[in-house]
């Protein structure tokens, strides 16, 4: 190579404290946030519905109770804080267990999550997603439609050229991380790629998660 060709230079040296800062200070963090608020409040949103037994503006013979707003609520995550919207009920006697629960899947939800918007939505990842925060099956509509509702916030991110910016350093690295999966404690692999630019700004090129860390799954990342 002739002097003054660019050249990347690749480097293994990764963490998951770099990771949460390099999307806390990357493009990537708004459209996470986003992600992760439409999630979270369509969740609760499920939630009210069946305590309710009814949908919005669906007249039934066994209502418990009416609608009654939001209240907004910080929830304070491990790649930073975002507000949410939480449900009320007319009598006050609903309450959302999401508090509760994401507080036991913090690391697994994130990580989901960022699967998901990186490398682009599915049925599969959404599913993964919200059984990440209430341990059992969600229906087939619910994810469906939070399919439809998360693919304008993703695509615009996960479909972004990446031929049009020159990266100096380019970061890749496997760590294991431990996740609750299925009611038990569990190791995963997790493939990350991180960029920075001529300006010095770091950017997430691409994630994936897996059970173990093994040449196909190099291959296939």
Excluded at 6 to 18: A, E, G, P, R, S
Excluded at 36 to 46: C, D, H
Excluded at 96 to 119: G, H, P
Aim: glycine fraction near 4%; charged fraction near 25%; aromatic fraction near 10%.
């Amino acid at each position: 190579m002739k002097r003054g060709d660019k050249m990347t230079h690749l480097q293994f040296n990764l963490n998951l404290d770099v990771l949460k800062e390099a999307i806390m200070t990357s493009d990537l963090d708004a459209v996470i946030k986003s992600a992760v608020v439409l999630v979270l409040n369509e969740f609760m949103e499920k939630e009210r519905d069946d305590y309710l037994k009814t949908s919005p503006y669906e007249r039934a013979v066994e209502r418990r109770d009416y609608r009654n707003g939001y209240y907004e609520r910080e929830l304070l995550m491990s790649i930073g804080n975002v507000t949410l919207k939480v449900p009320r009920t007319r009598n006050g006697e609903f309450s959302t267990t999401l508090f509760e629960k994401y507080a036991r899947c913090d690391q697994a939800f994130v990580l989901s999550m960022l699967e998901m918007v990186i490398n682009g939505v599915s049925t599969r990842k959404v599913t993964n997603v919200v059984e990440q925060l209430c341990g059992k099956n969600v229906s087939k509509s619910f994810v469906s439609s939070l399919t439809q509702k998360l693919d304008p916030i993703v695509n615009a991110w996960a479909e972004r050229p990446l031929n049009t910016t020159y990266y100096p350093y380019v970061f890749v690295d496997a760590m294991y991380i431990k996740v609750r999966e299925h009611h038990k404690v569990i190791s995963k692999a997790v493939y990350i790629a991180t960029a920075i630019t001529e300006k010095n700004t770091r950017e997430i090129l691409g994630l994936s998660v897996d059970h173990a860390e093994s040449l196909e799954s190099w291959s296939s990342f």
